[in-house]
């Protein structure tokens, strides 16, 4: 059973072009959230997405960032017009449906993949 | 806001001893606490997870952790360090979010270097 997978592992790009990481879920979980980690910082939030939604993406800067979670594929965080100080590592992460809500909410712990380290030069 | 604070960004145990990490949390509501691990150039791995009932939490690798609401803690312990330990270590807390999903807010994280 495959894990969360993401791709590429590293991605060099210029300043100015387009960056874009795939993410695709463990089989089975329908929630992808995906988290930044610059250097000798801990993750920060992004964005949340299901099946063709984003449903929170409060941690995304406003511009130059989009992600998406098609119905068929992989989720694509896209970075437009890259600048040095986007260079870092970004983490994908998946979890299951919850069967509960409220109180009976399941706080699972997610399942990260191995990154994608993108540096811009 | 929940936010965590892991006091010390570096830490060195030697093989063999206590190794002990420490997080403080910030939270208004019951808090749901976890500990990953992160070795270089990997994703994180969990380590263990506080949600409700027993306080002192065991996970992987020997590893446990003890919730303490009076003190607002959650520290991570291992009794005897081994160099494989050697990583970087970060607590979090989770919340709920809209939609079903739950957001992890992640400490600053602390790296632990295992000597001989």
């Known amino acids: 059973n495959a894990g969360v997978m993401q791709n590429p592992r590293h991605l060099v790009r210029r300043r100015g072009q387009e960056a874009r990481l795939r993410c695709s879920p463990m089989k089975g979980h329908s929630h992808v959230y995906w988290y930044r980690q610059l250097p000798e910082e801990g993750l920060k939030f992004m964005v949340y997405?299901?099946?063709?939604?984003?449903?929170?993406e409060s941690g995304m800067p406003k511009e130059r960032f989009s992600a998406e979670f098609p119905k068929e594929g992989p989720s694509i965080l896209r970075i437009q017009q890259v600048v040095r100080g986007d260079s870092a590592a970004y983490f994908c992460?998946?979890?299951?449906?919850?069967?509960?809500?409220?109180?009976?909410?399941?706080?699972?712990?997610?399942?990260f993949g191995s990154g994608t380290r993108l540096t811009v030069v | 806001a929940q936010s965590v604070t892991q006091l010390g960004s570096h830490v060195s145990v030697s093989e063999g001893a206590l190794v002990l990490l420490r997080c403080n949390y910030s939270?208004?509501?019951?808090?749901?606490l976890f500990w990953y691990v992160q070795y270089p150039n990997q994703g994180l791995q969990l380590l263990l997870k506080y949600t409700t009932g027993a306080t002192l939490v065991k996970g992987i690798n020997g590893f446990e952790a003890e919730f303490k609401k009076s003190e607002t803690s959650f520290h991570l312990t291992k009794p005897s360090a081994h160099m494989s330990d050697a990583a970087e270590y970060f607590c979090a807390v989770s919340e709920l979010v809209t939609g079903g999903g739950n957001k992890l807010t992640f400490g600053t994280g602390t790296q632990l270097k295992v000597e001989l």
């Open positions: 992460a998946s979890s299951p449906l919850n069967p509960g809500t409220g109180a009976l909410f399941i706080h699972y712990g997610y399942t």
């Open positions: 939270s208004s509501v019951p808090p749901y």
């Open positions: 997405l299901q099946k063709e939604n984003i449903i929170d």
